[in-house]
């Protein structure tokens, strides 16, 4: 009878030995600059230096996430558990974060509030593709040549598809990077802690902050949303396939640099990455109240200052929406499954308590019968 618990238990303890450090410091890091980003849009216009550090973090940091999200969806193969999984972790939030972010939305524009599925807002895009990207895992293992294959459908789909419903641009403009994570395997990023790696990410890096710099004052950011087609850039066909393929370079050497600076070892970014939906989910619905209300305007207006401010908020933001008290109030939200999971380990626990106890209690009863049996 605690078979199942210790099994539970050996499954526990097998994950933790093998979660590495640095992919939880990594995708936690990721996420901070994604929250820093969102706050740094209302000031693009205003500074020179905030649009090239914008666009230098743009240029990498959700392909990154979405390589992650890859390596993380290896496992997938279709089976009836993992579409179950896949849509109470994806679909169900999904529903839950639209609904808000339309709510807050229609507060802010002070309109009659509308849900509108095939739109998705703010962050709520990224929960649609993912269902996608790990829906399509398998079918993603079983093509010759997938990377190249999810190129051709990236780049294609910049100069065909005009529609961004259903985030349906985005996700196939990012495919590239999914189906790279899905083939990746430890080995790979272990080749980022070879030293000449790491110290050739700094100088890569510095180039990039000045080339952006440079950039800043006439290029579209448009460009790193890998959302709009050729004509909504105002550009042809032919141009569309050529900067998006310069952009797929540029973004793959960004990544590389990136991960190669992240640390290795266990630290608060560690234990804060396994739980990185709770700030990516949550901060946006932090970030337009806070925006409706003239926060980021006011500190704008304050000069370097006044940005530094909004760059130091936004690092800090996503540590508070990654607390255990954040994590407990809304988990209903953004993990409705493991409400589930816990009450049934909990079950699990209280049958393996039973069980313990009665199991004393079995054996005295069998070392009495025994001693009776002997005096006879």
Not at 44 to 73: I, Q, T
Not at 212 to 228: G, I, M, T
Not at 306 to 334: N, Y
């Amino acid at each position: 009878m605690t078979a199942p618990a210790d099994l539970a238990r050996g499954q526990v303890r097998t994950e933790r030995r093998v979660r590495d450090p640095f992919l939880d410091n990594a995708k936690f890091l990721l996420i901070v600059l994604v929250v820093v980003g969102h706050n740094w849009v209302p000031a693009l216009d205003d500074s020179r230096a905030v649009k090239a550090a914008y666009m230098v973090v743009y240029s990498f940091h959700v392909p990154a996430f979405v390589l992650l999200c890859g390596y993380f969806s290896r496992g997938f193969e279709g089976r009836r558990d993992q579409w179950r999984k896949l849509v109470t972790t994806v679909l169900v939030p999904y529903l839950v974060f639209q609904t808000a972010y339309a709510a807050v939305t229609s507060w802010v524009a002070d309109e009659p509030f509308s849900l509108h599925l095939s739109g998705p807002i703010y962050v709520c895009w990224f929960l649609l593709a993912l269902f996608f990207w790990r829906a399509s895992a398998p079918l993603l293992k079983s093509l010759p040549h997938p990377i190249l294959i999810s190129i051709a459908v990236s780049l294609v789909t910049g100069v065909t598809i005009t529609d961004t419903g259903f985030a349906l641009s985005r996700t196939l403009q990012l495919l590239p990077w999914f189906a790279i994570g899905l083939f990746l395997e430890q080995r790979h990023f272990a080749l980022l802690r070879q030293g000449w790696v790491r110290v050739a990410a700094v100088p890569v890096v510095v180039a990039a902050a000045l080339t952006a710099y440079a950039l800043a004052p006439s290029f579209d950011v448009r460009w790193f949303d890998r959302e709009w087609s050729a004509d909504a850039l105002g550009v042809s066909p032919v141009v569309d396939v050529v900067f998006a393929l310069g952009l797929h370079v540029v973004t793959a050497v960004m990544i590389v640099a990136a991960l190669a600076l992240v640390p290795r070892s266990r630290s608060l970014l560690t234990a804060l990455g396994a739980f990185t939906m709770y700030p990516f989910l949550l901060h946006g619905l932090v970030v337009r109240t806070l925006q409706h209300f003239g926060v980021h305007s006011f500190l704008i207006d304050q000069g370097a200052l006044g940005i530094a401010a909004i760059t130091a908020g936004a690092i800090v933001l996503p540590f508070l929406l990654a607390t255990p008290w954040v994590r407990t109030a809304t988990r209903w939200a953004v993990e409705p499954a493991s409400i589930r999971l816990r009450r049934r380990s909990q079950a699990v626990s209280q049958e393996a308590a039973r069980d313990g106890a009665a199991q004393p209690a079995e054996q005295d009863r069998e070392r009495v019968a025994v001693g009776a049996s002997g005096r006879r």
